[in-house]
């Protein structure tokens, strides 16, 4: 997803991609059991538009997935989308030996250096970022038995009702 400066036109221009899901392998590296999977390409729609050498980007993704449920471990799907806009400028110049400090950079603000931009790293944040840190299959999901691990969903389990916390015992002979 590398574009010359040059090449995008003032008016600017829209484009439509898949991307197949491999794309974001690297930005897993090492991690091992994500509760995750894409089930289809992700599908990114980039609009860029240029004044001199600032590019205003934005960009639309949706990709379908499948997690696992954090409260039940029963797998379910959900469609993922989320707008990102940036306004890309050139890095300034910096005398040697300094350090290039972008304080007061606003979140919109992305740096490139060079004739061309790289916007797969952009994007593939926008898709990381839209992963709910915890997924639930459904609001009201229950979970599972703390003691035999059984779908709360399904309904109520034996253990439920029938054994109560040994340390909360005594308390049944507890009369008022």
């Not at 972008?102 to 898709?127: C, H, M, N, R, V």
Request: aromatic share 8%; net charge negative; charged share 30%.
């Amino acid at each position: 997803m590398k574009f010359r400066i040059e090449d995008i036109p003032l008016e600017g221009w829209e484009r439509e991609s898949a991307q197949d899901p491999g794309w974001l392998d690297e930005r897993f590296a090492g991690e091992e059991g994500k509760p995750f999977r894409f089930l289809a390409p992700v599908r990114v729609h980039l609009t860029l538009s240029r004044s001199g050498r600032v590019v205003l980007a934005k960009s639309r993704v949706r990709a379908e997935m499948e997690f696992l449920c954090d409260r039940c471990l029963e797998p379910f799907s959900m469609v993922l989308s989320s707008d990102y806009k940036a306004s890309l400028k050139p890095k300034p110049t910096v005398p040697a030996g300094e350090e290039w400090d972008p304080e007061g950079k606003s979140p919109e603000t992305e740096f490139y250096e060079g004739d061309e931009i790289d916007l797969a790293p952009l994007i593939q944040d926008q898709i990381l970022l839209s992963i709910p840190p915890k997924a639930v299959c459904r609001e009201d999901c229950r979970g599972l038995c703390q003691r035999c691990g059984h779908n709360l969903n399904l309904g109520t389990c034996p253990c439920a009702e029938s054994n109560i916390d040994p340390r909360l015992e005594s308390l049944k002979k507890f009369r008022v």
